[in-house]
């Protein structure tokens, strides 16, 4: 059985109420009625910080729960407390060290997108794909719910941690976040592409890996036993496609620019559900930059990337402020950490399938 939701965190840098972000015109709309509504707007599996920012929408409600740096989640729910959209939003780091607010993770009713972005420093193809996409991507952010945040009724305390933000190891950081979503019987099977992937076996090989790295709980951190009880199974090459519902859990290399996903990202995964159940996941590695599975200078991991994806595959969400973690929403050149698990990563993990 599931572990009680008792997964929730508090983040470092919880920003002070009048510093939240982007300053706007329109005076707060703190609705008391929101605050107390019968069915509260919860993101699954309950908020990730005490402090919140609630109000009434047409047809329902919203809540922004502030983040570290200026990030936040924001959750819209029908009058019934059911979520009809909610987007994780995360400073991305631009060219010339600036931070814009991005969409991270995007859940719908029936979907979840999660697009995972590159190093637009160090990376120069990359650099010309986020530019490009850059405008677009802002407006398809969702603004968080103005005025200060309180403390929220429906934050539920429990093991609640302060990560040590930057300073704190892979095997400290505790700090962990999940998604709507869960896989019956605590398994999947999935196929490669092997066309999209130049046939290499030395990157089918990786992906594995970056399966196993869940499935096994690959990781450096002394006192974890392998509890995780979630299997994947590799099914052999498919001609299908990743980004598209079609009942096979696909992994694929193409151009996702054109895709659902989008723009600016170097990988993105894709999570189809019906109700709580994940019912199929795809993920894609970006064409437009380079990959490697040997941690080469000027090229995203693989192994580890993958490792990411497959997290979010399993019902992760992205970490703002954990740079050791597997979890961590933005992609180094030449870093290959992401390819064994940090506390946080296994903790998120049997917070779902424990
Ligand atoms: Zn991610």
């Known amino acids: 059985m599931r572990r009680p939701l008792t997964s929730a965190f508090l983040l470092a840098c919880l920003v002070a109420p009048g510093a939240l972000g982007p300053a706007a015109g329109a005076s707060p709309a703190v609705d008391p009625a929101a605050r107390t509504a019968a069915r509260p707007c919860l993101p699954a599996h309950g908020l990730l910080v005490a402090l919140t920012i609630r109000r009434n929408i047409e047809n329902g409600s919203e809540v922004t729960e502030p983040l570290a740096d200026g990030g936040y989640r924001i959750t819209r729910c029908d ?23 991005l969409p991270a993770v995007i859940v719908r009713r029936k979907s979840i997108v999660a697009p995972t972005y590159g190093d637009p420093v ?10 490009r996409a850059l405008r677009k991507l802002l407006a398809s952010v969702l603004p968080r719910t103005l005025g200060p945040a309180s403390r929220d009724p429906h934050f539920a305390v429990s093991r609640s941690v302060f990560a040590g933000a930057a300073a704190v190891s892979a095997c400290q950081d505790k700090t962990h976040a999940e998604s709507p979503g869960a896989w019956p019987d605590d398994r999947y099977a999935w196929r490669w592409n092997a066309k999209g992937f130049g046939e290499s076996t030395s990157t089918r090989t990786a992906l594995k890996k970056a399966h196993e790295e869940w499935d096994k709980t690959v990781t450096d951190c002394s006192g974890f036993k392998d509890t995780t009880h979630f299997t994947t199974t590799f099914d052999g090459s498919t001609t299908r496609n990743a980004g ?9 290399k193409a151009n996702l620019s054109k895709s659902s996903c989008g723009s600016a990202a170097i990988a993105c995964t894709w999570i189809w559900r019906s109700g709580d159940t994940s019912v199929e996941t795809d993920t894609r590695f970006a064409k437009s930059v380079k990959w490697s599975n040997k941690g080469s200078a000027g090229t995203y991991d693989y192994q580890g990337v993958g490792a990411h994806e497959f997290g979010h595959s399993i019902g992760l969400s992205d970490l703002d402020d954990s740079g050791k973690l597997t979890m961590h929403f933005q992609a180094t050149l030449g870093y290959t950490g992401q390819r064994t698990l940090g506390r946080g990563d296994i903790l998120g993990a049997r917070a779902v399938y424990g």
């Open 122 to 131: 160090g990376d120069v193809r990359y650099r010309a794909v986020f530019h």
């Open 244 to 252: 598209v519902q079609d009942g096979y859990n696909v992994v694929d």
């Open 79 to 101: 009058t019934q407390g059911r979520t009809t959209l909610g987007m994780t939003v995360l400073p991305i780091r631009d060219t010339g060290g600036r931070r814009d607010l």
